[in-house]
T-cell receptor, first 115, second 113 residues
């Protein structure tokens, strides 16, 4: 059973471009979470999705950021018109149930650098 | 907002010594989880302790939970250089029908050979 797969692992964008980060959860997992991590800091919650639904986007900036988890295919975190402050590692995690009952399984992250 | 806060922020010890990391949290919990992150990698779940448990062991790991003090500790015994990593505690925050795992800032552990 493959783990949580994220791609790309590294992404370089110039200011104003778009960044698209993909996450394929573990097989059988319908709950997906995105987190952002700045260097030497902890993970900050961004968004929680279930298949075709955004459950909680309270940690995601309202401008320029969007997320989806379609019925078929990976979850996508999209950042439009990137700025230098968007440079960070973005982690996706999945679980088969609501997180209150158990652990999250993390991907290796996508590291975005904005020039 | 941070739910869990670990201390110390950084810890440097010699191989063979024990490492203790502490975590404090703010609201009531169903469980508390500890994760490990090697440099440049994703987080790996270590152990989950439920609110009705006081202590839990897994190999060289020992976790305690004191719900009256809203605190937990992670003890790594007989540390190895390979234990060098950042360690995070996390608790579930329930808000408006959503449950999400909220992490502290972590303790960066260095085990010197």
């Amino acid at each position: 059973n493959a783990g949580v797969m994220q791609n790309p692992r590294h992404l370089v964008r110039r200011r104003g471009q778009e960044a698209r980060l993909r996450c394929s959860p573990m097989k059988g997992h319908s709950h997906v979470y995105w987190y952002r991590q700045l260097p030497e800091e902890g993970l900050k919650f961004m968004v929680y999705l279930q298949k075709e639904n955004i459950i909680d986007e309270s940690g995601m900036p309202k401008e320029r950021f969007s997320a989806e988890f379609p019925k078929e295919g990976p979850s996508i975190l999209r950042i439009q018109q990137v700025v230098r402050g968007d440079s960070a590692a973005y982690f996706c995690a999945s679980s088969p149930f609501r997180v209150g009952t158990g652990e999250l399984f993390f991907g290796e992250g996508s590291r975005l650098t904005v020039l | 907002s941070q739910q869990g806060e670990e201390d110390p922020q950084a810890l440097s010890i010699q191989e063979g010594e024990n490492a203790t990391m502490n975590c404090s949290y703010k609201t009531s919990i169903n469980n508390l989880q500890w994760y490990r992150q090697n440099s440049g990698r994703g987080l790996v779940h270590l152990i989950l302790i439920r609110s009705n448990e006081r202590e839990k062991h897994s190999g060289r790991l020992r976790v305690t939970l004191d719900t009256s003090k809203k605190s937990s500790s992670l003890l790594i015994t007989a540390s190895r250089a390979a234990d060098t990593a950042s360690y995070f505690c996390a608790t579930v925050v329930t808000q408006g029908g959503s449950e999400k795992l909220v992490f502290g800032k972590g303790t960066k552990l260095t085990v010197n050979p």
